[in-house]
Structures are given as structure tokens and as C-alpha cells.
């Protein structure tokens, strides 16, 4: 397949305004594109070359990627670092270096997405000393054949700068129109995705297999299995109620959910984002061999500890473990347990298809076997009244929980879904009334006075699930510090574009716009009817959206969420109409 056809494709793709005619021109692309690299283009639209759980990248640092640009265009190296400045962008520099030269109809009918997309992988898997002097001579020997315009994607990918935004979503929609002719497949595929975290082998089952073999997709062994998400209450009365009368009650520990997946001896550690995180957790890897099971994949959070007390410490603590260097010291100053709260596959098979209750049992039994002591199982009472709810909601804050997590007894493990099945209580309910929302950056205004250089304030959006899209609710411009601010500059100029992103709605102006990627917390004081902001738009007044009232940083970005995991447009109105009977004073116009 010739790489000019993809190159095409995103070209377009930059240029587009609508949701609709991305996912058009992804369906066009999957038409004309052979089975066997399907699985690769899946990848590769979104700037991968594996899913996100293999954690590969290619590595290669600019000074680098600026000399196999001079080398390719013939131009010496200030000639191209000046480019670089005035682009800002290694991709478009590449295109610029390389147009000048004349570089555009030469070669480039040799150059086919195969061909590409081997020596990515080979740039990807070259690592050690003299690594990065392999890696130039590889991304040379695609520049020197490519034209400027495949140069300017070629180097786009390599940097990691591609930014088409096209999240999983959209690309589901696009398989299934492609190959079944009916958008209402995707949601067969979205099953196969929730339990494989693969999208370029569900790709390739259905256009090598069809629908049929999509649908009998088994949970394998080390790929992550998509989290089951909780829907918020705001007390206990409101949970017995959507649990029918009794329900399984959890301590909801405040630290980072681990899946653990463990064949024999080898374990790796996925996190709720699906990315290996293995590596951040040794001490926890090496308990859970003592997993008295030969096959399993358990779900649990990793909490820090006191090592004195026992007693458990803010997730903020678990920063410490992420890093590449000193992990050893990391591990004996900040120590972790992990309590397990799930079993979703156990030698051989999977179990998300039993309920609550006998997952729980079969966990416990796992557990029973005898284990490493950092591995607990996470307390738990099942309760039929309130008040049992709210004792042991006490009893949770007092030992450092956030609050607790309310499971239907006879709940499957919905893999990917966010619903009543499981409900969150957490303290903070009790005495605010707005829950902190995570929104994804979407655009930002050039700051003044104290803050000229930096950001003033960013515009946040919410996720619209059913229509795969990031509709704004509120600017925020308060909660920073100056070192914030720095970061944030710094962090946001990878995700410029040069307009609005195809997925992203709102009513708002501003003077910078990014690819939705990054996700803050935010906590507001309320949340009313808009003229400008576009989430959940006539959803509760013809013509009005709604947006946060007072928002503010709370300081914590959320890096363990993809934009498509930031509070939903749903979330934000059921918020609203709980505030509503909360407080019925709540004010319904703003200005914001
Ligand atoms: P939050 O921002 O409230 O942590 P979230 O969007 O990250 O929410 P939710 O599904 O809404 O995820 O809340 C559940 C989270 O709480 C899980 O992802 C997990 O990390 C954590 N957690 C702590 N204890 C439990 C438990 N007993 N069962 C399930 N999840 C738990």
C-alpha cells in the first residue's frame, strides 16, 4: 500500500472541521486498505505502532531527528535548527527542509506503508548504547526516499507530534461502517475492544473473520481488560435505592488501580489507563507471584503506607513510585499494599461474566491459599440498611479511605462501562455540594499583567460519549501556581493545532486551541445554564448548556485519564439536577 495514500488521508483529516467527515475519511482509508495491514493503519492513525499496554516508543531525540533532516535535505544543521524555530514543529520543519530541495517527485513510489511502518518498528526496538546513532540512520533511510510531504508525516510520527486527535471511539464507528455497513455494530466491536485494549487485532478479526469471530473475542492473558467505572451518589439512601435493597459496600481506598496479570511466574501490572506500569511497582509484582492460582487477572488498588502505622496515606504519596531511576529507594521509602477488590480471569477462563457475589467468593478463595502480606483483599460488608451503609462509611474515613463503593450483588464485570452497578460515595459529598469534575484542555487565552508569557485561562470541555465528541463547560483561571502555569505552558505547546479540533464544540473564542489530551481536576461551587458553553446544550433548556460557576484547579492533573475518560456530559447533568434537589435555590442563568 502505497504510504502517499495515507499521507493523503491526513492531510485531510488536519484539515477537517467536522467529526463526521473524520470518521469519513477514515472509513474511505480502511476501504482501500489490504487485511493484512489493517491492524497496522488502526495503529498508525493514531500515531502508535502497538497498542498503548506494549509501551513502546521510538526514542529518538531531536538533536537527532534535526540531523537526519540535514542529512537528508542536504542543508546543514543551523540551517535546519532555524526552521525548527520558526516551525516549531520537527514534522514541518522535515517538510519545509525537504521541499526546498526539491525533494517531491523523485522516489517517493518506492515508499509503502509496510516499508514504513517496519522501520518504525525498528527504530522502536533498537535500544542500548549507540542506539540513537542506529535509530538516524534509519529514519535517514526512509527521508531520503520520501517526499516532503511523506518527510513531514514521517517525522510527525517519529517526534510523537502527530496530533489528528482520533480517539478509539471515532475509529470504531469507522471499522464498523467499513466493514459492516452499519454504525450500530460498533458496539460489538466496542465489547471485543473492552475486553482485548486492542483495536488493531479487533480490526483485523473483522476484516479477516467477520462480525461473528469479533463477538467470540476471549479476554486473553497480559492484554488489560478496560475498567468497570462507578457512577457517583450523593448518600447512602440514594445507593440502597439503586442497589434494590442490598448491595456489597467496599472501602473505595485513595490510590491507583492496578490490574494484575500473572501466568506462572510472569506478572506485569497494568494501570486504569491500560498502560504497563510494571516497573513502578516491583515489590508488588514480586507478591503477586505468591498468587496461589497458575493463571489470574485480579483487580485492586495500590495504596501507600505508613510503614509505622499501617495506616493508609493520599495517593499523592504514589508520585514518588513513578519513576525510571532509584525505583529500589522509591520502594523502601514509600511502601504500598495492595487491596484486591476484583477477579476477571482465572486459569484458563474468564470471569467477568459471573456476578458480584461469586466473583467475590472465587477471590477470596484465590486469596485463601495464602499470599504475600502486602496483597488484602479490600474490606467489605454487604448490607440491607442505610444506616449499615453509613457505619461502615465511617468506619472508612476514619482508616484514610475516600469514602466507599457500592456493588450490585448480582452484577456482571462490565468491562469499559461506567453505571449504577457500582456507585462511589465519597466523603467530600457530605459537605460540598459539587463532586470535582475532569475535564480535558481543549483551548486557552494568552495571559496579561503577572501572567503575560503564560496561560490566563483554559477552556475545559467534558466528554460527550455518544457523540465522541469534547464539549466545553467551563474556562478556568484560578488554582494555579506559577510553577503550574509554567508546566502547563510547557505541557500544552505539544498539543497546539492551528484551529479548532474537528472534536471539539463550543461557543467560546479563543486565542490558542489544542488537541484534546490533557486532563485536570476541577472543583466549582455550582453548576448553571449557559449561553455559551455547549455540554449537554438543550438538554435541559432549549438553547442553553451548562457550565461551572466558581471553577478551580485543584491541583492535580490527571494523568492516569485519556481524554476519553473525563466526566461525561451525562455525569455533568445528572450533577446539575442532584444539585437542583440539593439545593433548590441554585441559581439557573450565567454569564460565564
Ligand atoms: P475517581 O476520580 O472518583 O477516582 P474514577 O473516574 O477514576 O473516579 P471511578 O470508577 O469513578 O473512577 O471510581 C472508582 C475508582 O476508585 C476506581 O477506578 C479505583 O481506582 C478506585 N477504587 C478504590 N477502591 C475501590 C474498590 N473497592 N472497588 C473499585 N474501585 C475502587
Given amino acids: 500500500m502505497d504510504f502517499s495514500l495515507l499521507v493523503e488521508t491526513f492531510e485531510q483529516m488536519e484539515q477537517t472541521s467536522s467529526r463526521l467527515a473524520l470518521t469519513d475519511h477514515l472509513v474511505q482509508l480502511f476501504k482501500k486498505t489490504p487485511v493484512d495491514l489493517i491492524d497496522k493503519i488502526t495503529y498508525l492513525i493514531q500515531g502508535k505502532l502497538y497498542p498503548d499496554y506494549e509501551g513502546i516508543e521510538m526514542g529518538l531525540?531531536?538533536?537527532?531527528?534535526?540531523?537526519?533532516?540535514?542529512?537528508?535535505?542536504?542543508?546543514?544543521?543551523?540551517?535546519?535548527e532555524a526552521i525548527y524555530r520558526e516551525t516549531g514543529d520537527i514534522g514541518d520543519t522535515a517538510g519545509k527542509a525537504m521541499t526546498s530541495k526539491g525533494q517531491e517527485t523523485l522516489f517517493s513510489e518506492s515508499m509503502t506503508v509496510e516499508r514504513v511502518y517496519n522501520t518504525f518498528d525498528k527504530i522502536a526496538r533498537t535500544t542500548g548504547p549507540g542506539s540513537q546513532d542506529t535509530k538516524l540512520r534509519?529514519?535517514?533511510?526512509?527521508?531520503?526516499?520520501?517526499?516532503?510531504?511523506?518527510?513531514?508525516?514521517?517525522?510527525?510520527f517519529v517526534m510523537g507530534s502527530l496530533r489528528l486527535g482520533i480517539a478509539d471511539y471515532t475509529v470504531l464507528d469507522a471499522l464498523a461502517l467499513a466493514f459492516t455497513g452499519d454504525k450500530a455494530n460498533r458496539q460489538i466491536l466496542e465489547n471485543a475492544y473492552n475486553v482485548s485494549s486492542d483495536l488493531g487485532a479487533v480490526a483485523k478479526l473483522l476484516?479477516?473473520?467477520?462480525?461473528?469471530?469479533?463477538?467470540?473475542?476471549?479476554?486473553?492473558?497480559?492484554?488489560?481488560?478496560?475498567?468497570?467505572?462507578?457512577?457517583?451518589?450523593?448518600?447512602?439512601?440514594?445507593?440502597?435505592?439503586?442497589?434494590?435493597?442490598k448491595a456489597a459496600v467496599e472501602y473505595k481506598l485513595d490510590g491507583e488501580r492496578v490490574q494484575i496479570h500473572k501466568a506462572h511466574d510472569r506478572v506485569e501490572l497494568f494501570s486504569r489507563r491500560l498502560e504497563k506500569i510494571t516497573n513502578h511497582y516491583p515489590?508488588?509484582?514480586?507478591?503477586?507471584?505468591?498468587?496461589?492460582?497458575?493463571?489470574?487477572?485480579?483487580?485492586?488498588?495500590?495504596?501507600?503506607?505508613?510503614?509505622?502505622?499501617?495506616?493508609?496515606?493520599?495517593?499523592?504519596?504514589?508520585?514518588?513510585?513513578?519513576?525510571?531511576?532509584?525505583?529500589?529507594?522509591?520502594?523502601?521509602?514509600?511502601?504500598?499494599?495492595?487491596?484486591?477488590?476484583?477477579?476477571?480471569?482465572?486459569?484458563?477462563?474468564?470471569?467477568?461474566?459471573?456476578?458480584?457475589?461469586?466473583?467475590?467468593?472465587?477471590?477470596?478463595?484465590?486469596?485463601?491459599?495464602?499470599?504475600?502480606?502486602?496483597?488484602?483483599?479490600?474490606?467489605?460488608?454487604v448490607a440491607t440498611k442505610v444506616e449499615e451503609i453509613e457505619q461502615f462509611m465511617?468506619?472508612?474515613?476514619?482508616?484514610?479511605?475516600?469514602?466507599?463503593m457500592i456493588k450490585h450483588l448480582s452484577s456482571t464485570y462490565r468491562a469499559g462501562a461506567r453505571?449504577?452497578?457500582?456507585?462511589?460515595?465519597?466523603?467530600?459529598?457530605?459537605?460540598?455540594?459539587?463532586?470535582?469534575?475532569?475535564?480535558v484542555i481543549v483551548g486557552a487565552l494568552h495571559g496579561r499583567g503577572r501572567r503575560v508569557g503564560k496561560y490566563g485561562a483554559l477552556l475545559l470541555a467534558s466528554y460527550d460519549h455518544n457523540e465522541d465528541m469534547f464539549r466545553s463547560v467551563s474556562k478556568v483561571g484560578t488554582g494555579f501556581t506559577d510553577e503550574h502555569l509554567e508546566q502547563f505552558?510547557?505541557?500544552?505547546?505539544k498539543h497546539i493545532i492551528h484551529q479548532r479540533h474537528a472534536r471539539v464544540d463550543t461557543g467560546m473564542e479563543m486565542d490558542v486551541w489544542f488537541e484534546p489530551k490533557m486532563v485536570i481536576e476541577v472543583i466549582a461551587s455550582e453548576i448553571t445554564l449557559s449561553p455559551s458553553h455547549t455540554a449537554a446544550k438543550n438538554a435541559i433548556r432549549e438553547g442553553y448548556g451548562l457550565a461551572l460557576r466558581f471553577p478551580k484547579f485543584t491541583g492535580r492533573i490527571r494523568d492516569d485519564k485519556e481524554p476519553e475518560d473525563?466526566?461525561?456530559?451525562?455525569?455533568?447533568i445528572a450533577m446539575y439536577k442532584r444539585q437542583l434537589k440539593v439545593r433548590p435555590e441554585t441559581r439557573t442563568e450565567t454569564d460565564v
Avoid at 531525540?61 to 535546519?80: P, Q, V, W
Avoid at 465511617?394 to 466507599?404: L, R
Fill in 61 to 80: 531525540a531531536e538533536r537527532m531527528a534535526l540531523r537526519a533532516i540535514a542529512n537528508s535535505s542536504g542543508k546543514n544543521l543551523s540551517k535546519i
Fill in 138 to 156: 534509519y529514519v535517514s533511510s526512509l527521508l531520503n526516499d520520501a517526499s516532503p510531504r511523506e518527510g513531514r508525516y514521517i517525522m510527525k
Fill in 207 to 245: 476484516a479477516s473473520k467477520g462480525l461473528e469471530a469479533v463477538k467470540s473475542l476471549q479476554i486473553t492473558l497480559f492484554k488489560p481488560i478496560r475498567p468497570m467505572l462507578a457512577e457517583r451518589v450523593i448518600n447512602a439512601g440514594e445507593a440502597m435505592e439503586r442497589m434494590e435493597g
Fill in 283 to 381: 515489590d508488588v509484582t514480586k507478591a503477586s507471584t505468591s498468587i496461589k492460582a497458575k493463571e489470574a487477572i485480579l483487580e485492586g488498588e495500590v495504596v501507600a503506607v505508613n510503614q509505622q502505622t499501617g495506616e493508609y496515606l493520599p495517593f499523592q504519596e504514589l508520585m514518588h513510585r513513578r519513576r525510571k531511576h532509584g525505583v529500589k529507594e522509591a520502594v523502601e521509602s514509600y511502601p504500598v499494599v495492595i487491596n484486591l477488590f476484583d477477579i476477571l480471569y482465572l486459569d484458563g477462563k474468564g470471569k467477568i461474566d459471573l456476578s458480584y457475589q461469586d466473583r467475590r467468593k472465587l477471590l477470596t478463595r484465590v486469596l485463601k491459599n495464602g499470599t504475600d502480606q502486602m496483597i488484602n483483599i479490600v474490606p467489605q460488608m
Fill in 394 to 404: 465511617a468506619s472508612a474515613i476514619e482508616n484514610g479511605c475516600e469514602g466507599v
Fill in 419 to 439: 453505571g449504577y452497578a457500582w456507585v462511589k460515595l465519597k466523603r467530600e459529598y457530605q459537605n460540598e455540594l459539587a463532586d470535582t469534575l475532569d475535564l
Fill in 489 to 493: 505552558y510547557k505541557e500544552l505547546e
Fill in 566 to 572: 473525563a466526566t461525561t456530559v451525562e455525569e455533568v
